[in-house]
T-cell receptor, first 111, second 112 residues
C-alpha cells in the first residue's frame, strides 16, 4: 500500500498561470516533506521542502503548503514557465531513515 | 563540481548475466541509496547505506546486492538479472540520513 500518493499523473497549464501539484500521505508521524523535479535523461533535483512545524514555505515562484490534518501537501508554481515542464515527485521522511516518494506528476506548461 | 556519478548510463544485458552499476559521490556524504523508477510507481528504494560497512534493505531489495567498503562508492550488483529488473536506476546521496538527496543521472537497464 502506497504511503505517498500523487493522484494526478499529469497536469497541463498555460504559461503565466498557476500550477498546483498535489500529494497525499497516510502516516501522521511523517515530519519532513520534500519536492523534487526531474527532467528527461537527468536525475531528480531537490526543489523545496517543509517541516511539519510549518504550514507554508516559499522560495521564489515555488510555495509548498502542508495541511497536517488532511495529510496533504501541495506545490504551487506562480507564474508557470515552459521551463517548469518536468516530472515532479513529492517525498516524505519516513522515520528518519529514508525518503519515500510518490508516483510523480508530469507537468506540461504550454507557451 | 559536487556530483553523484553512476555508470553506465545505458546497459542491455541478458537474463542471468551478473552485472554491476557503479556509483560514486565526491561530497563526503554519509548516506547513499539506490532507487528504481518505474512508470506510475515513482521512485522505490532498493538499498541504502548510512555509513561505511552499514547497509540495509529498502522497499524492493529482492534480486539486488550492495556494498559500502568506502565512503564515496556504493555499487549495485545484480547477481542474476531477470526481465522484471528492467528499469531506470538512480543512485543518490545526502550528508545525513533523511536530508535532501543528490541524485546521479540514472542508468537505464534492459534485461532481455
Amino acid at each position: 500500500d502506497q504511503q505517498v500518493k500523487q493522484n494526478s499523473p499529469s497536469l497541463s497549464v498555460q504559461e503565466g498561470r498557476i500550477s498546483i501539484l498535489n500529494c497525499d500521505y497516510t502516516n501522521s508521524m511523517f515530519d519532513y516533506f520534500l519536492w523534487y523535479k526531474k527532467y528527461p535523461a537527468e536525475g531528480p533535483t531537490f526543489l523545496i521542502s517543509i517541516s511539519s512545524i510549518k504550514d507554508k514555505n516559499e522560495d521564489g515562484r515555488f510555495t509548498v503548503f502542508l495541511n497536517k490534518s488532511a495529510k496533504h501537501l501541495s506545490l504551487h508554481i506562480v507564474p508557470s514557465q515552459p521551463g517548469d515542464s518536468a516530472v515532479y515527485f513529492c517525498a516524505v521522511n519516513n522515520a528518519g531513515n529514508m525518503l519515500t516518494f510518490g508516483g510523480g506528476t508530469r507537468l506540461m506548461v504550454k507557451p | 563540481e559536487a556530483q553523484v556519478t553512476q555508470n553506465p548510463r545505458y546497459l542491455i544485458t541478458v537474463t542471468g548475466k551478473k552485472l554491476t552499476v557503479t556509483c560514486s559521490q565526491n561530497m563526503n556524504h554519509e548516506y547513499m541509496s539506490w532507487y528504481r523508477q518505474d512508470p506510475g510507481l515513482g521512485l522505490r528504494q532498493i538499498y541504502y547505506s548510512m555509513n561505511v560497512e552499514v547497509t540495509d534493505k529498502g522497499d524492493v531489495p529482492e534480486g539486488y546486492k550492495v556494498s559500502r567498503k568506502e565512503k564515496r562508492n556504493f555499487p549495485l550488483i545484480l547477481e542474476s538479472p531477470s526481465p522484471n529488473q528492467t528499469s531506470l536506476y538512480f543512485c543518490a546521496s545526502s550528508f545525513r540520513t533523511g536530508e535532501k538527496l543528490f541524485f546521479g543521472s540514472g542508468t537505464q537497464l534492459s534485461v532481455l
